[in-house]
């Protein structure tokens, strides 16, 4: 049939998927799944500060560099991330003992180097990952006890100083409906622009279990990010199930895939639906959530579930 990105392109959303470097570098079925499926494309991990900057001062920006070129050979647009996080932060930063003052500067300057290193070749940029919990509270993280919640604000602004045309963006998980924290971000976004704060988009990663049912309310919460006039996109989707998978569960799974992608499609904002990897070869779910497992499209042969055959036919 039709590849994904031919269904998209006549749907008006991009589709895309996270991208695990080793795998694009060794294995060629899966570089050529990414070039022929997908007209987006994220780092799994190689854009994060980890990856970027592991000793102070030392960049690192071979990896990202290959996908960015990756992409653009592919005519493929790219969705950085991210930029300020809780995880894969490096042992510098988050063992330094360094002072308000100086941690900003840090913060700033990440920033400020990373967006200018892609300048003109990100998409949207996913500034600020995951900074309230599921009760719709600020995250207690190294930047809020050190920087206070002003440095959401601050890291957007430095985002948009360094590459104006980037797409910025705020980006979370257990956000696909509505709730208390999905409502926290629609509180600060509709707080921040009016406050002139540059933030254009909404992520919801889309990262769901079988074994919870599926969110209520998700294409109204999408509505009402529309009704801000604020762009949305599901960031990360996969949804995994306890194992061994079996016909009802894979059932399930390609129900969560297509409902996601289905709100999409009918909110007016939603630009695009990224899939955190596109075969259960190499998920991070077993590595992750014990006991779990086969949460993409394709299997470990690169052989379609009935999630690949439900995302096709809702394209
Ligand atoms: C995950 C990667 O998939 C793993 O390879 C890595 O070990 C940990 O991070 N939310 C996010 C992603 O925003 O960056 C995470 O990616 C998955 C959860």
Not at 109 to 135: L, S, Y
């Amino acid at each position: 049939g039709p590849t994904l990105r031919a269904l998209a392109a006549r749907a008006d959303v991009r589709i895309g998927t996270a991208v695990n470097m080793d795998a694009l570098a060794s294995d060629t079925p899966y570089r050529e799944h990414v070039a022929r499926e997908f007209n987006t494309v994220t780092a799994e991990n190689v854009m994060k500060w980890e990856a970027t900057e592991p000793q102070r001062g030392a960049h690192d920006w071979a990896a990202a560099d290959q996908l960015v070129d990756f992409a653009r050979a592919n005519r493929q647009l790219v969705r950085g991330h991210t930029l300020v996080w809780h995880n894969q932060n490096p042992s510098w930063v988050t063992e330094g003992d360094f002072s308000s003052a100086e941690l900003r500067q840090i913060l700033k300057k990440h920033i400020q180097d990373e967006v200018r290193h892609f300048k003109g070749r990100i998409w949207h940029w996913d500034v600020a990952n995951e900074i309230f919990t599921d009760d719709g509270q600020w995250r207690n993280t190294i930047w809020l006890e050190k920087l206070g919640p002003g440095y959401v604000a601050d890291a957007l602004r430095w985002a948009h100083q360094a590459d104006p045309k980037a797409r910025l963006y705020l980006n979370d998980y257990n956000v696909e409906g509505i709730n208390a924290k999905s409502t926290a971000y629609y509180n600060l976004i509709k707080q921040l622009r009016s406050e002139g704060v540059p933030v254009h988009g909404f992520g919801i990663q889309g990262h769901l279990g079988v074994q919870y049912g599926f969110p209520g309310q998700v294409l109204e919460n999408l509505q009402r990010f529309d009704a801000l006039g604020v762009e949305t996109a599901f960031t990360e989707v996969d949804v995994r199930m306890p194992m061994p998978a079996d016909a009802t569960k894979l059932q399930a799974q390609a129900f969560a895939y297509s409902a996601l992608l289905q709100a999409c499609l009918l909110a007016r904002k939603c630009v695009s639906y990224t899939v955190w990897g596109f075969t259960d070869k190499y998920s991070w779910v077993p590595d992750w959530f014990e006991g779990e497992g086969a949460a993409n499209l394709l299997d470990e042969n690169y052989g379609p579930k009935p999630a690949h055959a439900a995302v096709s036919s809702t394209l």
